[in-house]
């Protein structure tokens, strides 16, 4: 016994036991996670939601914010960040680390790499330092041990001469340079640990939200076809962030597991050798037999329990392969060990060979079948009977390229590659009874025999497989709703397109389009419909194009175009008007349905706006973006000039957010004057801008940027809420001035606008009657029906509603009539050079008399001499605004020069009517 120890000890086989046992363990008594720790998996489910891996960076920098404002403590990504990405995306994602504040860690690790001439060099992959300088590091490697399973974890480890600590230490907040390594106990179930969904958390699912408040927070992949997976003891296969997690555990729940040292093995190896020596032929072998069996069972019960209680694993490999040992010498002196060993194998492997679920053969030194299994009966269609003493090019040919079809003869395979461990794996073409050929997946195995080399063989049908191989891939490269090439595929066709381009000094052409108002049709027809509407675009995509480009969908409703060779620029703009046309003025069918759909492009040239296939796309979207603010529904070629344009459209959405903030916004007021008897009847309230280095800045400059970015709401409210409050001050003091307020598109479209106006005239105390909002075209734009309702509500508080700019629209007499107004506002472009007899006069007069016609009133906009009163008030006509009277001003100077007592005469209007004065 002695001697087999000393050999099995210095050879290390007991290794292996020593593993099966500590592994069996974990599974004896199954622990609780602390539930300190989620997960916020990257699952399936993620995927299928947000789109193919990888995702944009904006993404996680939007779940920063979310679980932040969830209240989670630590935030730590298992996702590499050591290559740039999208600029832009990239900042983004940099700024949200940065308002995180510390919070977040970010992993490094080691990356084995084969270079050029086939060496093998270790590459550390760091955070970028955009990210890295406003994170933590640590690292995330784990070691994978022989056998091909993660049983250690270390405390940290040194990256270029730099001390990094783990994950799982710092998630446990121990990581000590000098620390060793320790085995992770695996009783703490990882079906245990609290896992959230990615996509969960990024819609702020409250139950979601909940889970996270408090909580260390790790974000990697669980999905399968991310890879990050690891095999750990007892056949269990469990995800990269899950792995860091049981660390992490084994460490807050002082589960650091340690093997115990050799005196207790050489000690229960002692007593099992003196306790043998004693009863050696004393006793019946049966009884000795269950004596060892019994030390075995009771060494391998004591050490489950006191694995189980403290964190050590009691090494008993060697007091089982001592007790098997005994029992062999006893089995050898008792039985003819080599006869039972031989006849047992012979009947284990005849169930083996009966009972495999793949085909299993065996063929003799000629090469013809002797072992045929009824797995093999089902693949083939052959039975035993018509297989034995066949040999094998019956049922395989060679698949292989160019040898296709070949016979296939099993006696041309090497000898040594046969009697290698794992045998030779091969892939051959089956040919079944009736026919039909199919993959066919062949491990083939040799060895010596009494009868000559012997050969084996296992069959596998990987029809299946080649079949999911081929779905997977075409995952992979195409979008699965229409059928184009993805964004992968689209980036690998630019790639090798500006290669060629290269060489042959030829041009390269991308039409980067996006459906205007496209999320109108999800919202308003349902998703299932925008389906067919983007399956629709691309079939006539695809039918434009004419295979002479690649068509690929991007995202949402973003599709990208690529054509190549030469006049690419005319090409790309001939191609442009024909899908603008097509999709505006062909309807779209949804069964009895029929939609419009119209697009903006933006087009950019290699090599004259860019050099790669980042610089391409990026300028493409930037021309789509120039495209879709100058009115949509068109195409733009890229000049830098429109860069130049969004970065200073940024730097004012900056100084307009820093002025919202500042109190840097005053409101003007114009007076309205009755043209009957030149008295004040109200007054427009008109936004200005003091900005700090700029002077007064004019509303035409900043408003439209106002208007299509957040804080609209802000300063839309603000507007109404200072005009409202500077009424009901000049209505205290005696002056009943009807205010004009600006409506913005962005009131309409967020929150309950006639609740808005209820709840500012309660707070502010201003008589409804005195407040007049004004709408223009582009708001009544948006939605007729909810539209019409708001302002019913409106009017029912006794509010009025005017019609700005009336005249200008292409549908402004189809509002009239739709919705409930009080007062139109002729707009000053038919005022300001107004004459007798001229088609302005006829246009106003017409106007004026149909606005009586519908009951309501009218006022003239640009007056800026007194022959132009006469006129109007000639045609009925009952008030006016303009220059004549006086241009906006502050509230303080409105009140001097109209509200006061010393209010002087307006210049020149009393020759036209009576003064100026407050009615």
Not at 199 to 226: F, N, Q, R, W
Not at 452 to 459: C, H, I, P, R, T
Not at 548 to 553: N, P, Y
Not at 684 to 689: C, G, S
Request: net charge negative; aromatic share 8%.
């Amino acid at each position: 016994m002695l001697c087999v120890l000393a050999v099995v000890q210095l050879t290390g086989a007991h290794n292996a036991l020593h593993n099966v046992l500590a592994d069996a363990r974990f599974g004896w008594n199954s622990r609780e996670a602390s539930g300190d720790i989620v997960l916020v998996a990257i699952d399936p489910r993620s995927i299928e939601k947000v789109g193919v891996w990888p995702w944009p960076r904006r993404l996680h920098a939007e779940l920063i914010g979310k679980l932040a404002s969830s209240g989670a403590s630590d935030i730590i990504f298992d996702i590499d960040f050591s290559s740039p990405s999208i600029p832009e995306f990239d900042q983004t994602f940099g700024e949200a680390l940065q308002k995180a504040g510390g919070s977040v860690v970010l992993p490094s690790f080691k990356q084995l790499v084969r270079t050029h001439g086939n060496e093998k060099k270790i590459y550390v992959n760091r955070p970028l330092p955009l990210f890295g300088k406003h994170s933590w590091p640590a690292t995330v490697n784990v070691v994978v041990e022989p056998d091909g399973l993660v049983r250690r974890y270390a405390f940290g480890e040194l990256l270029d001469g730099e001390f990094l600590p783990s994950v799982g230490g710092l998630l446990a907040g121990q990581y000590e340079k000098n620390k060793k390594s320790f085995l992770i106990d695996f009783s703490i179930r990882s079906d245990s640990v609290p896992t959230v969904s990615y996509v969960d958390v990024l819609h702020g699912d409250p139950a979601t939200s909940k889970m996270l408040k408090g909580k260390k927070v790790i974000i990697g992949g669980s999905a399968v076809e991310l890879g990050d997976r690891f095999n750990v003891p007892n056949g269990h296969v469990i995800s990269g962030p899950l792995l860091q997690i049981l660390a992490a555990e084994s460490i807050l729940q002082g589960r650091v597991l340690r093997t115990s040292s050799d005196v207790a093995t050489l000690g229960g190896l002692g007593i099992i050798a003196l306790l043998m020596v004693a009863l050696w032929r004393r006793l019946a072998a049966r009884v000795r037999v269950l004596i060892l069996v019994g030390l075995a069972v009771t060494a391998e019960l004591g050490a489950a329990l006191l694995q189980a209680k403290l964190p050590v694993i009691l090494d008993t490999s060697l007091l089982h392969v001592a007790v098997a040992a005994y029992l062999v010498a006893m089995a050898l002196d008792e039985i003819d060990f080599r006869g039972l060993l031989a006849l047992v194998a012979e009947k284990r492997f005849k169930r083996i060979a009966m009972s495999l679920g793949d085909g299993l053969l065996c063929a003799d030194q000629n090469g013809l079948i002797t072992v045929w299994n009824p797995a093999a009966v089902t693949i083939f269609g052959y039975e035993p009977a018509e297989m034995i003493g066949r040999s094998l090019d019956r049922i395989c040919t060679v698949d292989d390229g160019a040898a296709i079809g070949d016979p296939f003869s099993i006696l041309d395979l090497e000898v040594g590659a046969l009697q290698a461990p794992g045998g030779k794996v091969m892939e051959l073409e089956g040919r079944r009874k009736n026919g039909e050929t199919f993959p066919l997946e062949v491990c083939f195995s040799g060895w010596p025999g009494t009868d000559g080399f012997q050969y084996g063989a296992v069959l596998r049908d990987i029809s299946v497989r080649k079949r999911e191989e081929e779905r997977i891939r075409y995952l992979a490269e195409y979008d699965s709703l229409t059928g184009l090439a993805n964004r992968n595929t689209l980036y690998e066709h630019l790639d090798a397109e500006l290669a060629e381009a290269k060489t042959e000094q030829s041009n390269v052409a991308v039409l980067l389009m996006d459906l205007d108002k496209f999320k109108e049709i999800n919202d308003t027809l349902g998703h299932a419909c925008g389906d067919q509407v983007l399956c629709a675009v691309a079939k006539g995509l695809k039918a434009l194009v004419e295979g002479t480009g690649l068509v690929a969908r991007l995202s949402g409703d973003e599709f990208a175009i690529v054509i190549s060779g030469s006049d690419v620029a005319d090409r790309a703009e001939k191609l442009s008007e024909r899908a603008t046309l097509l999709f505006s003025k062909t309807p779209i069918s949804l069964g009895e349905r029929r939609v419009r759909v119209k697009c903006s492009i933006g087009v950019v040239i290699y090599p004259e706006h860019c050099e790669t296939a980042d610089e391409l796309l990026a300028n493409a979207d930037l021309a789509l973006y120039r495209a879709k603010t100058a009115g949509r529904a068109r195409h733009v070629f890229f000049d830098p000039g429109i860069r130049d344009e969004l970065e200073a459209r940024k730097t004012l959405e900056v100084d307009l957010r820093l002025a919202a903030q500042g109190d840097e916004f005053e409101l003007f007021y114009q007076p309205q004057i009755s043209l009957t008897d030149g008295k004040l009847v109200g007054a427009e309230a008109l936004i200005r801008w003091q900005h700090p280095t700029r002077g007064l800045v004019s509303p035409a400059e900043f408003m439209p940027v106002v208007n299509a970015t957040s804080i609209s709401d802000d300063v839309a409210f603000w507007v109404l809420a200072t005009a409202c409050n500077q009424g009901r001050i000049w209505e205290q003091n005696g002056y009943n001035i009807r205010i004009g307020v600006n409506l913005s598109p962005s009131q309409l479209q967020s929150g309950d606008l006639a609740e808005t106006v209820r709840m500012v005239l309660k707070d502010t105390g201003i008589s409804p009657s005195l407040l007049e909002l004004e709408v223009t075209e582009d708001i009544l734009l948006e939605d007729d029906e909810a539209v019409r309702k708001i302002f019913k509500r409106i009017q029912n508080l006794g509010v009025h509603i005017a019609f700005d700019d009336f005249g200008t629209g292409y549908a402004s007499l189809t509002y009239l009539k739709k919705f409930p107004l009080n007062r139109l506002k002729i707009d000053q472009s038919f005022v300001r050079e107004l004459q007798r007899g001229s088609e302005d006069e006829a246009i106003i007069e017409a106007t004026i008399n149909l606005s009586k016609r519908l009951g309501m009133s009218v006022i003239a906009e640009g007056i800026e001499n007194p022959d132009t009163i006469d006129i109007l008030r000639g045609m009925g006509c009952e008030e006016g605004q303009g220059y004549y009277f006086s241009r906006p001003m502050p509230a303080a100077e409105f009140e001097q020069q109209f509200l006061s007592k010393e209010a002087p005469l307006t210049s020149g209007f009393s020759a036209a009517v009576p003064a100026v004065s407050a009615a």
